[in-house]
């Protein structure tokens, strides 16, 4: 049988990665010059994946860069535990000897470094001159940087703010800059993380280039859903994921899984299998919002069922109007959900109107509220009366009421779907079997 082509589970290895061109041109400028990138984006925008491919000897033949110059370290913060910046140090350095079965001298130095209780930047510096030396230089793949930007019991703001001094020092200011790239993921923008900056200094940041992972336009779904070669779901897959990479991804799994096997399942078994699968990563997505960024969703998921129960049964249920207003005043966190993948927008009448990326976030949206109950709503009081006025708070609530006691009157699951249900294979053998 054909292997699936469609990687659910773990990054995608870098000969099946698709697209980010520019993305991954840009990472390579910034190592040429021995200058430093800081990737960022929402859960499962491929950011895992995104190093790996950096990390592959083919993409730097494709780049018309010299591999072999190139020690490649690469690792995440978060199995760094606790994270200090020592442990962080450490797991370079025990990284780097791996990486250098070949240089005993090295290696030893390597050794000596990490008999110190304490590791610093200091002893990598001196190993980067020593790289320096042989022609090489040191390529920091670091993946879930973000851990390195909140504190733990034993990694206070102090520590922290001298932590990013000195990478800063290493990349920046030290003679052994020349012999580093330094290549960083996070879920969020480096300046909306870490520390209170010094009005008086400049930010620990600026070293970085900043290049955001979004979803994915029309020209790389075209070239993921090649491997599928079922071209007119291509709209119907577009809506259904809006280009976010994850869902794109366990869609096609899906779809060829089934469909190889010419046993191409009914709508609503791959609707449920796609929703049992997405479970997690909309987990992530939701603990990572803010309560405002959540209070947003919320508002966003009702007013959509409003329209499609209007469209139904065009008694009135609750009342959702003055969203446009409640949207309008707090902009910028939702340009932060777009910026993660979980909301997009159009504009009709010089207006912004947003609406969820997939249609089944805005479905797990509206389950959480249906969970919710009186002592939730008494606890969230606060954060509603700071969005939204009394008037609107009570619309609100009231909102969620008719939820709990009106389960059986929510859209069955396949009328979420739309035109992905309505464009659906009836019947069909994936092409080539």
């Known amino acids: 049988m054909q292997a699936n082509p469609f990687i659910v589970g773990k990054p995608v290895p870098p000969e099946r990665f ?8 840009a990472a390579f400028d910034q190592i040429h010059n021995r200058s430093h990138l800081a990737i960022w984006g929402g859960a499962g925008m491929g950011k895992t994946s995104f190093l790996q491919k950096l990390e592959s000897p083919q993409a730097w033949e494709d780049h018309n860069m010299d591999f072999s110059q190139a020690v490649i370290v690469r690792f995440s913060c978060e199995s760094i535990t606790p994270f200090t910046p020592s442990n962080f140090w450490g797991e370079i350095l025990s990284l780097m000897k791996d990486k250098l079965p070949d240089e005993s001298a090295l290696q030893a130095e390597i050794d000596k470094f990490q008999l110190a209780e304490d590791k610093t930047k200091d002893s ?64 969020k923008r480096l300046n909306e993380l870490g520390p209170k900056l010094n009005p008086n200094a400049s930010p620990w940041y600026n070293h970085y280039l900043f290049v955001q992972l979004e979803t994915f336009k029309n020209k790389e779904i075209d070239q993921f859903l090649q491997m599928l070669r079922i071209p007119y779901l291509r709209e119907a897959i577009k809506d259904n994921t809006g280009g976010h990479p994850y869902l794109l991804q366990i869609s096609c799994f899906l779809l060829y899984r089934d469909l190889v096997i010419a046993n191409a399942p009914t709508e609503d078994e791959f609707v449920r299998d796609f929703e049992a699968g997405t479970q997690q990563i909309f987990q992530n997505i939701w603990e990572g919002c803010s309560e405002v960024e959540q209070t947003l969703l919320m508002l966003m998921a009702l007013s959509s069922l409003k329209g499609r129960l209007h469209t139904q049964q065009p008694q009135q249920q609750f009342d959702v109007s003055g969203i446009e207003l409640i949207f309008s005043q707090n902009e910028k966190d939702l340009i932060k959900l777009e910026e993660q993948g979980v909301v997009t ?62 389960q059986d009157k929510i859209p069955k699951i396949l009328e979420v779907f739309g035109r992905f249900v309505s464009a659906f294979p009836k019947g069909l053998i994936f092409p080539g079997n």
């Open 18 to 25: 698709v697209g980010r061109e520019s993305e991954i041109a």
């Open 345 to 406: 927008h159009t504009v009709n009448e010089g207006k912004k109107i947003y609406s969820f990326t997939s249609s089944t976030m805005e479905r797990w949206v509206i389950q959480v509220l249906r969970q919710t109950n009186e002592e939730w709503l008494q606890a969230r009081e606060k954060v509603f009366l700071n969005l939204m006025s009394r008037q609107q708070m009570d619309k609100f609530t009231k909102a969620i009421k008719w939820l709990w006691d009106n």
């Open 124 to 187: 990598l510096r001196q190993l980067l001159r020593k790289l320096g030396g042989q022609d090489k230089y040191l390529v920091l793949l670091i993946d879930d940087f973000h851990v390195a930007l909140d504190t733990n019991e034993q990694y206070d703001e102090d520590a922290m703010q001298r932590f990013l001094g000195e990478c800063r020092n290493l990349a920046v200011h030290s003679t052994e800059a020349q012999h580093l790239s330094m290549i960083v993921t996070s879920l």
